[in-house]
């Protein structure tokens, strides 16, 4: 067997999900989502990467399969195909989400240090007694430690996703990934400037975290971005029932959700 014949056998023996990662290392060697998107943008539609996973998913199943039954090997394309488009669609989600959630967290960064800023410029002795200000201060600590919860809910919820359908590889782009790091930190140092502030103001300690909370906040985040990815791959390989299906599942899901993303007492991490 000549060397090109054993490669291309490797190749076929690809899973969806392997060819997936291949894939997602081959996008990530770009640095960025902008800068990989721009390198595709002038490609034909049968080299774009979704045309080009589908191909080899197709092609790998009827290599593996090959003399076996007709409808063996159609139930297996199919499921192929499903998985493969799927995990595509999910590394987009990722990725997409994490670039919303951190755009809403700078605003809401600069927001809380702006009123940090003011509550810690007040050095009037009354303000202990002042039930303005305290309140203020109070607000403060709850958000920045309910904003610091739900950025670590979303990083655990992206492990856990990744764990489960891309091999424990990270789906977010480098620097995607290396932002989300850094915003995390800078919201831990704000909410522990706003607990320091809390307590020389002689504020009540603030209440102790609740895991369960975060859990449950982590596995509906974990929905976020499972379920919709799942629709929009079926969607797009023409299975608009069983697509319409999950979606509307999901919806009923987040509306019947007895989960209260409210500031509680969470601590800083």
């Excluded at 998985?83 to 990722?94: A, D, G, K, Q, S």
């Excluded at 994490?98 to 702006?114: G, Q």
């Excluded at 919820?157 to 995390?184: C, G, I, K, N």
Aim: charged share 30%.
């Amino acid at each position: 067997m000549t060397l090109k014949r054993r490669l291309d056998g490797v190749e076929t023996s690809l899973s969806p999900t392997q060819l997936v990662l291949r894939w997602l290392a081959e996008a990530h060697a770009f640095g960025s989502l902008e800068a990989y998107v721009t390198s595709i943008l002038d490609l034909p539609g049968d080299q774009q990467p979704i045309d080009r996973l589908c191909r080899e998913a197709y092609e790998g199943v009827h290599a593996r399969l090959r003399g076996k039954p007709a409808e063996q090997i159609r139930q297996a394309v199919n499921s192929a195909l499903r998985e493969t488009v799927f995990r595509f669609e999910l590394v987009l989600r990722i990725n997409v989400t994490a670039h919303e959630l951190l755009d809403r967290e700078t605003l809401i960064e600069t927001i809380f240090a702006s009123q940090l800023a003011m509550l810690a410029g007040d050095d009037r002795a009354e303000r202990l007694s002042d039930d303005l200000h305290l309140r203020g201060l109070d607000q403060c600590r709850r958000l920045t430690l309910f904003r610091v919860d739900e950025l670590l809910a979303s990083r655990d919820a992206r492990s856990a996703v990744e764990a489960r359908y891309l091999d424990r590889h990270v789906a977010l782009f480098p620097d995607v990934a290396a932002a989300f790091d850094d915003q995390l930190h800078r919201s831990q140092e704000l909410a522990a400037m706003a607990l320091r502030l809390a307590e020389l103001d002689n504020l009540p300690p603030a209440a102790p975290p609740d895991p369960e909370a975060l859990t449950a906040r982590t596995a509906e985040l974990v929905a976020d971005l499972v379920e919709p990815a799942k629709a929009t791959a079926l969607q797009k390989l023409g299975e608009s029932e069983r697509a319409f299906g999950i979606a509307a599942a999901w919806v009923r899901g987040k509306r019947a959700s007895t989960i209260v993303n409210a500031p509680g007492g969470p601590t800083a991490r």
